[in-house]
């Protein structure tokens, strides 16, 4: 809240911020996501959760062929684990 003196009259502003969501990698290092993306709600932040990790995988799909997790840990702003995506895949052994 911000306090505005105008002609001796006190008058307060009142701003509506939406949450910050923080979506960060970890995967063989820890990549934080130290910037944030405000969004209006948590299910805004777990569709934006599946399209950032479906867009970072089609453009490094080799992350999780290797026996590799690739997992997006999402924050709220005092860094309170909301919910984890995680990607892993397995092989058959087809013979």
Same mark, same amino acid.
């Given at each position: *809240?911000?306090?505005?003196?105008?002609?001796?009259?006190?008058?307060?502003?009142?701003?509506?911020? *939406?949450?910050?969501?923080?979506?960060?990698?970890?995967?063989?290092?820890?990549?934080?996501?130290?910037?944030?993306?405000?969004?209006?709600?948590?299910?805004?932040?777990?569709?934006?959760?599946?399209?950032?990790?479906?867009?970072?995988?089609?453009?490094?799909?080799?992350?999780?062929?290797?026996?590799?997790?690739?997992?997006?840990?999402?924050?709220?702003?005092?860094?309170? *684990?909301?919910?984890?995506?995680?990607?892993e895949t397995r092989e058959n052994n087809l013979s």
């Open positions: *809240m911000r306090e505005i003196t105008v002609n001796r009259l006190v008058r307060y502003e009142w701003r509506w911020t *939406m949450p910050v969501f923080h979506f960060n990698l970890a995967n063989e290092e820890y990549s934080p996501d130290e910037e944030g993306t405000e969004l209006d709600s948590i299910e805004a932040a777990r569709v934006q959760a599946v399209v950032f990790a479906g867009s970072y995988l089609s453009h490094n799909p080799g992350l999780v062929w290797d026996g590799q997790r690739f997992e997006v840990q999402v924050t709220d702003e005092n860094e309170r *684990m909301l919910f984890t995506i995680t990607v």
